[in-house]
């Protein structure tokens, strides 16, 4: 009698246009599988092995799947119905989980979000003075957050830990970006209790381009890609002047904090035009819609709709996923260079397959 | 109840809002000891306090 195996129930195999990748939602890790292997395990019901003719291959790929706890084995059919499916919906209690302010944000403005639970809160620097950051960190330490980070955008600063030693004390803080800069201190890692993260790029591109550094994978993280747009679902971004926006790079503002109530605030949040962009989910993206890394990739670029059921971007992602390359890799060319043009004002994607399947069979033959 | 938590948060299944310092007020050590080991870099084996890149 053959052997039964079923999928973990918290893998979950995501498809992209070359390869696909395991998504362990309980490990935070994640595993690169060929398509093959995604149609053979994207089923709930138990693995059908025997589709793979070649034995060699079919056992190989039965034990790397055992060895990474990616399948199971059990012993009858009925089994499987010990291990329910996981729901796909997503929901949280939070009105904003994330929140961008700049740190010189007025005490007025505190004290209206104080009605607010908050998951997360970035403090945006341009120029670092210790005391300016010291008392805007203490006064929003005082808002119910969960975690607070802190992204210092001048460049070129040397930092050491007496810059941030006064910091310590606030318990939400957890990490400090710098950019172009260097940290160093003489603190064993261990008793730090933040991370100063060292960015080898400017914040704006840092903030404007998907990083490798910001892909993360977890339950949460999943269901709310799959969901709802992974960057600006729930976010709220305060600018300068204190207007009201979606993230940091949106023009349209939806009214100023200082000039309006809580309830107004509250009003604006919930309305469906500032919800609008958090509703987009990267199916209907093109070009993201082919990629493997979709749910677990935080893009901050601004989507568009033309005429075409789907949205785009006017500007490219770092990574190119009919190529399987981040631009930092090398042999990674542009979406055009490959064959995959997408029009800017139609939003129109057209795809050369002899050009991007000549430079595929180059690449990964 | 402090250990309980950092036990259940590194086998990834707290919600990581239970650690918020309105629920943990009495225990401010104890939040400081938590806090200590749910540091993280850029990897994607350590816990984060968000579940996504916050910015
Ligand atoms: S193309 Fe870029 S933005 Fe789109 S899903 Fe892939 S990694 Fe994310």
Redesign the interface.
Known sequence: MSRLFLRNRLCMPVKGYNRSIVYDL?????FFISNEVFELINTTEIIDFECIGDEKNREEIKEFLLKEEIIFEILESDEKFNFPVMNPDYSTPFLI??L?VHVDIDEVSIDKLSSF?L????ILVDSYDKNVLESCLNRI?ML????I?I?LKEENVAYTYENFEALSRV??L??IYVFNSTYTSNLN???????V?EIPSSFEYF?KNLD???????I??FL?ASNYH?YYHKKVYLDMKGNIKNG?YTDEHHGNLKNISVSRFTEIIESKSFQMLGGIKKENTLVCDVCEFRFMC?D?RMPYIANTEKWYHTVECTYNPYISKWKLETDYKPLLEVGVALHPTSGKLTIDYEILEQYNNFLWQ | MIAKIKKQVKN??AP??L????NLTEE?KG??KV??S?????S????????????
């Open positions: 309980i490990r935070y890790d994640y989980t994330d961008i639970t998951r997360d809160i970035s330490s119910e957050v969960d975690a980070f992204f318990n939400q957890f990490n890692q261990e008793n730090e209790l933040f991370t993260i903030s490798p550094n910001k892909l993360r994978i977890n949460e993280m709310e992974s940091l935080v901050s | 990834g299944i990581l809002h650690l918020s310092s309105k401010k939040i400081t806090r200590a749910l540091k993280y870099e850029t994607f084996l350590q816990i984060k306090p968000s579940h996504r890149f916050p910015l």
